[in-house]
């Protein structure tokens, strides 16, 4: 069984497997390397194809997904009621911005902390203008209750 912690997009990558070596991977925006730190052999894997040929509303039903399907209940709650508020009228570069928050960075409780101010916002993200609403939609100063996920409408 294998324990790991993701330290950000562009950091590192630690899993410590019982009784085996200890891999760490960097990540950069072409390929992630692998690197076995006591065997050292280097294993190369390749990022998921960019969607370049995915309509808006293609992207938004998988962005609409994406929200719901966080990891943590929390970030469910926080993306989904976003989602469900906002995804309809976001345009080509806000679903990227959008896109770039919910698929560049893989520890859901990292998020959790930039969503609620908790901690710093990475350097990729200071500039989102999406991740600087949602920041702010997470504050929630109106306290709209959002206790549950809004329904799905199937069309």
């Known amino acids: 069984m294998a324990m790991t912690r993701f330290l950000g997009v ?3 990558l630690s899993r410590t497997f019982l009784g085996t ?21 280097n294993i190369t894997i390749t ?8 309509d808006k509303e293609t992207m938004r039903k998988r962005l609409l997904y994406q929200s719901r399907k ?15 508020k906002y995804l309809d009228t976001m345009q080509g570069d806000e679903l990227k ?3 770039v928050i919910l698929n560049d960075h893989d520890n859901e409780w990292d998020m959790f902390y930039w969503l609620t ?4 916002l ?15 939609y997470t504050r ?10 809004p329904p799905l409408n199937h069309e």
Do not use: H, W
């Open 10 to 12: 562009q950091g590192l």
């Open 21 to 41: 070596s200890v891999a760490r991977v960097t990540s950069t925006p072409v390929q992630v390397q692998c690197v076995r730190m006591m065997s050292e052999q």
């Open 47 to 54: 990022p998921p194809k960019e969607k370049k040929d995915e």
């Open 70 to 84: 966080r990891g943590i209940r929390e970030n469910d709650l926080i993306f989904s009621t976003y989602a469900s």
């Open 97 to 99: 911005a959008y896109d």
């Open 117 to 120: 101010g908790q901690s710093p």
């Open 122 to 136: 990475p350097e990729y993200l200071e500039q989102n203008k999406v991740m600087q609403e949602l920041v702010e």
């Open 140 to 149: 929630n100063r109106s306290k709209e209750v959002r206790v549950s996920m």
